[in-house]
């Protein structure tokens, strides 16, 4: 017995010296016995999930890059995931391919010594409630915090607003892409046969909108045969409209498609999607057949774009992406109608 807890302690202080992921992986492939492995690896990990500091988060990620690479048996995969809050300072959390969270949410305080957990913004989740941290200020130590990099598979096509803000017409198409569309995408997407080298395509929507004077974006879609540049668009929407009328209006001249640098330290690509205010004009099937649209086109265009940089099959994403969509489409929006029905 005491042979097997050196052992393990070895290989806990092992698997935290291999950074690389080739490595580790080679590491632990050695062994004979997956399944003790994988049981050591999870209780080595259910310790770690209410993490006090950044050496026990950074232990947590590794542990589920460990268990990424020899499988999770029967307990549902989970992400390390490093993100930001709204505030700007880092977030840490565990998702599952839903992007449900699991155990501890930490908010994390920049203090002049490093990083320490606030435990007044963070919280820990059970199966079926979330509970408050209380308040304070956790250990302090200069850490970097760690993202997991071999992330589990999950719906890839990841649809996002960029305000909350659009015209009424809009809402029941909205309401429906985030309650519909979404959990069918997570459900019905097949990532285990696309390939591990993307993890997110990030469609930012950005809708036009007009709640008061002091409230108001209405989009103007740049031509894209003009490659205008950032600095350009304000220039070029002058040539268009006096400055009265951009103010009173809330005019950007914006392209449809802005297509963000893969990120292959978190395999993720970043594309905004802007809709003017014609667009919320339309009646609702024809908004969605352009949302759906628009949302090939990006997908479309992002796997040309990546195609000669990673190994990833698009061509089957982008035929399950239809086929969901097809059926988002001919869905009714009765439980959606927040608008006008058209």
Not at 235 to 259: C, H, Q, V, W
């Amino acid at each position: 017995m005491m042979a097997a807890v050196l052992s393990s302690k070895k290989m806990t202080k092992k698997i935290f010296e291999i950074d690389d992921l080739v490595e580790l992986k080679a590491y632990l492939m050695r062994h004979d016995d997956v399944d003790a492995l994988r049981r050591y690896l999870l209780s080595e990990f259910v310790r770690r999930v209410r993490y006090r500091n950044a050496d026990e988060w950074n232990e947590a990620v590794r542990l589920c890059e460990c268990l990424a690479i020899v499988g999770w048996g029967s307990h549902e995969p989970l992400e390390a995931v490093r993100g930001s809050y709204f505030n700007g300072n880092p977030n840490t959390w565990f998702a599952d391919r839903n992007g449900v969270t699991h155990y501890f949410d930490a908010v994390w305080s920049k203090r002049r010594q490093g990083m320490a957990i606030d435990y007044e913004l963070s919280h820990f989740h059970y199966d079926s409630r979330v509970e408050a941290c209380g308040s304070g200020i956790g250990d302090v130590q200069d850490r970097s915090l760690c993202s997991q990099r071999n992330w589990i598979a999950k719906n890839p096509v990841r649809l996002m607003r960029g305000l909350a803000n659009c015209y009424e017409n809009s809402k029941a198409v909205i309401e429906s892409m985030e309650q519909d569309l979404r959990p069918a995408l997570d459900r019905r997407m097949r990532p285990e046969l696309y390939g591990d080298a993307l993890n997110k395509i990030i469609l930012n929507c950005s809708f036009s909108f007009y709640d008061n004077d002091h409230c108001k974006t209405n989009y103007i879609i740049a031509d894209e045969a003009l490659n205008l540049r950032s600095k350009d668009l304000y220039p070029a929407l002058l040539t268009m409209y006096s400055e009265k009328e951009i103010d009173d209006n809330g005019y950007y001249l914006r392209p449809r498609f802005t297509y963000g640098p893969f990120r292959k330290d978190t395999g993720t690509v970043r594309v905004n999607i802007v809709f003017e205010k014609e667009f919320s004009e339309l009646p609702h099937d024809r908004q969605k057949q352009l949302l759906c649209d628009y949302i090939i086109h990006a997908v479309s265009t992002t796997g040309k774009r990546l195609a000669r940089k990673i190994t990833y099959d698009f061509a089957l994403l982008t035929d399950d992406l239809c086929a969901i969509l097809a059926e988002w489409r001919a869905m009714d929006l009765l439980n959606h109608d927040s608008g006008q029905r058209t």
